[in-house]
């Protein structure tokens, strides 16, 4: 099997996706621009339906792999690295503290960690939260805990590899 992640020198992009208010229709569309050959969509919901976020999420987890089936990704649930500490600046620090060495969720991340190091396949989280980011008082600021999960993993996997092999790219 070819790895499909190598791109001529680029970094190995780990995708982040939000389905938030959208259709099925337009969900499945911003995967258009990614090759969708090997590709692995990891849900790191912690609830598999959310009525704000697009009617139909509500059919769960199978439903999103299903919808995802049909332009052909991959899809595999992964709610152990669901946030259960909210989106705001506080409940994502505890978040990320969580996926350290010494946090309750370090053995599932290292799981996913080890999964994309070595599979040949490329990979996307998905939560519900759409914008990635939102403006803070200050700066910028992440906005669902998918970023703090793909920079994380970004971090960890470019220290193995010694160099920027690696990069978060959201949806």
């Not at 996913?112 to 040949?120: Q, V």
Request: glycine letters at 8%; hydrophobic letters at 35%; aromatic letters at 10%.
């Amino acid at each position: 099997m070819t790895d499909a992640r190598k791109n001529k020198g680029q970094p190995i992009p780990i995708f982040t996706i939000g389905y938030g208010l959208a259709t099925k229709e337009e969900f499945q569309g911003r995967f258009s621009e990614i090759p969708k050959a090997d590709l692995t969509v990891v849900d790191v919901r912690k609830f598999d339906s959310k009525s704000r976020n697009g009617r139909w999420a509500y059919q769960g987890w199978e439903a999103m792999g299903i919808t995802l089936k049909e332009i052909g990704i991959s899809y595999t649930e992964c709610s152990e690295l669901a946030n259960v500490y909210g989106s705001t600046a506080r409940g994502l620090d505890e978040y990320q503290s969580q996926i350290m060495p010494g946090g309750d969720l370090r053995r599932e991340f290292m799981y996913l960690l080890h999964e994309l190091a070595t599979d040949t396949a490329q990979y996307c989280l998905l939560c519900a939260e759409r914008k990635p980011y939102r403006p803070g008082r200050i700066a910028i600021r992440p906005n669902c805990h998918r970023v703090v999960l793909a920079k994380r993993l970004c971090t960890e996997l470019n220290s193995f590899a010694g160099r920027d092999a690696w990069a978060e790219v959201h949806l």
